[in-house]
């Protein structure tokens, strides 16, 4: 799987929304761009995934680069929970099956 | 979503006992369950994957006959640590890989076990 880039940390205040961005250059046409999260001392969590179109749900919206070599995660208003490791990571949608590889990932900060 | 438990969830061992952990998909079968480690303030880092009946496949690195993984039906896994020392305590999380519906091929993370070696 292609590598990806993100920041170590990044701080943001409650109730404003935060964007997270991640970088991967070497991304394929066949990667899909996957975003989870892990709260502290708890098993990660998924958050979103896209392959080349924005995408929205109901934790966030990731927002996809024109040539797909960056995209950032959006959460809208920031809230105390969402303190959390957020991992961006590239899987070949050929590989669906095996194991997602999670780099080092952003610590999100949020100050009340 | 689906639902992956693990048990325990905190566990505190002497030095040379061996500590099981299970991991349950409950309301979904996954032939596939993946094991990861996790240190103090680093990333996971995969240590096997498991596919039922089959045995499991380890990454580089990972001791085999250390960390013994049981994958007997689609709904369990078992991962022991043999003969466990202060350097294997860690945060142990597993993880099913749904194999129909809406869960195909999405990977759910149950909530980790956290291995304490004296």
């Known amino acids: 799987d292609a590598k990806t880039t993100q920041p170590n940390s990044m701080e943001s205040n409650e109730e404003e929304p935060v964007h997270l961005p991640c970088n991967h250059s070497?991304?394929?046409?066949?990667?899909?761009i996957h975003w989870y999260r892990q709260l502290p001392s708890q098993g990660p969590e998924y958050v979103i995934h896209?392959?080349?179109s924005n995408v929205n749900n109901r934790m966030a919206s990731l927002a996809i680069a024109e040539d797909r070599k960056s995209s950032t995660l959006i959460l809208h208003r920031a809230t105390l929970r969402d303190a959390a490791v957020y991992y961006c990571?590239?899987?070949?949608?050929?590989?669906?099956?095996?194991?997602?590889?999670f780099g080092k990932g952003t610590t999100l900060s949020v100050s009340s | 979503g689906a639902v992956v438990s693990q048990h325990p969830s905190r566990v505190i061992c002497k030095s040379g006992t061996s500590v099981k952990i299970e991991c349950r998909s409950l309301?979904?079968?996954?032939?596939?369950m993946f094991w990861y480690r996790q240190f103090p303030k680093q990333s996971l880092m995969l240590m096997a994957t498991?596919?039922?009946?089959?045995?499991?496949?380890?990454e580089q690195g990972v001791e085999k006959d250390k960390f013994l993984i049981n994958h007997a039906s689609l709904t369990l896994s078992t991962l022991t640590v043999t003969s466990a020392h202060p350097e294997d305590s860690s945060f142990y999380i597993c993880?099913?890989?749904?194999?129909?519906?809406?869960?195909?091929?999405?990977?759910?993370f149950g909530p980790g076990t956290r291995l304490t070696v004296l």
């Open positions: 993880s099913a890989r749904g194999t129909s519906g809406t869960t195909y091929n999405e990977q759910f």
């Open positions: 070497t991304i394929s046409g066949t990667d899909y």
């Open positions: 896209g392959l080349t």
């Open positions: 990571i590239l899987r070949d949608r050929t590989q669906a099956g095996t194991a997602l590889i």
């Open positions: 309301d979904f079968q996954a032939t596939t």
């Open positions: 498991s596919n039922e009946g089959s045995k499991a496949t380890y």
